[in-house]
């Protein structure tokens, strides 16, 4: 089946612009995750939707960033005022989250991200 | 909040030779564990996940990982490694009640053939 798409693959942008990342999750998956993957390092959690809501918003860097998911299924990030230290892969994962054995199973499912490179 | 370290940035190998990754966790609590395999120009894809039961995880293409909780480490391991291995391998946690994971820096594999 189809996996999780971002759209799009690459994004080239100037400073000081505003721009928009989109994620198509896994169908019927109620988590959606944005993560930030900078060269040379492990993918940095961003937020968390559990639905429509942001359960967790705590990884997105300052107020220049910002995630909705107003449907429950699709996601977008929000950049404003980009600054050259955004440039990074923006990854977005999905999952079906169930418990059994009271532990939760969240396997997530990544897509192939967005490069974005602010210049 | 947890933190993952993984103990080498870049390992070169021979094919056929056997491959032991470190991973150590911070966190006190209960996790779940996971190795995802990144190969070059591809996304990230899940290898191994350790949620419960036999500590001891098998995954795809032979990879294996043990889960020690004593020394909060999920080390991955090949007993033989293949030049298509030659990849990105991340481990991450996710600890119980929270739902963001947290991945190490990442140690890239080069296995020449």
């Known amino acids: 089946g189809a996996g999780v798409s971002q759209t799009p693959s690459n994004k080239v942008t100037e400073k000081g612009k505003y721009v928009e990342l989109r994620c198509d999750p896994i169908?019927?998956?109620?988590?959606l995750y944005w993560y930030r993957q900078s060269l040379g390092q492990g993918p940095e959690f961003l937020i968390y939707?559990?639905?429509?809501?942001?359960?967790?918003d705590s990884g997105l860097p300052n107020d220049r960033f910002f995630a909705v998911r107003p449907e429950g299924s699709v996601s977008t990030l929000k950049i404003q005022r980009t600054e050259r230290g955004d440039s990074a892969v923006y990854l977005c994962?999905?999952?079906?989250?169930?418990?059994?054995?009271?532990?939760?199973?969240?396997?997530?499912?990544f897509g192939p991200g967005t490069r974005l490179t602010v210049l | 909040a947890q933190s993952v370290s993984q103990h080498n940035h870049h390992v070169i190998l021979s094919e056929a030779a056997s491959l032991e990754l470190g991973c150590n966790y911070s966190?006190?609590?209960?996790?779940?564990l996971f190795w995802y395999v990144q190969y070059p120009g591809q996304h990230l894809q899940l290898l191994l996940k350790?949620?419960?039961?036999?500590?001891l995880v098998k995954g795809i293409k032979g990879f294996e990982a043990e889960f020690i909780k004593s020394k909060f480490s999920f080390n991955l391991r090949k007993p033989s490694v293949q030049w298509s291995d030659t990849a990105e391998y991340f481990c991450?946690?996710?600890?119980?009640?929270?739902?963001?994971?947290?991945f190490g820096a990442g140690t890239r594999l080069t296995v020449k053939p």
């Open positions: 994962a999905s999952s079906l989250t169930t418990r059994r054995l009271g532990r939760t199973n969240n396997e997530q499912f």
């Open positions: 169908s019927g998956h109620t988590a």
């Open positions: 939707f559990q639905g429509t809501g942001a359960a967790d």
């Open positions: 966190y006190g609590g209960t996790v779940n």
């Open positions: 350790y949620f419960s039961g036999d500590p």
């Open positions: 991450a946690v996710n600890a119980r009640g929270n739902n963001d994971m947290r």
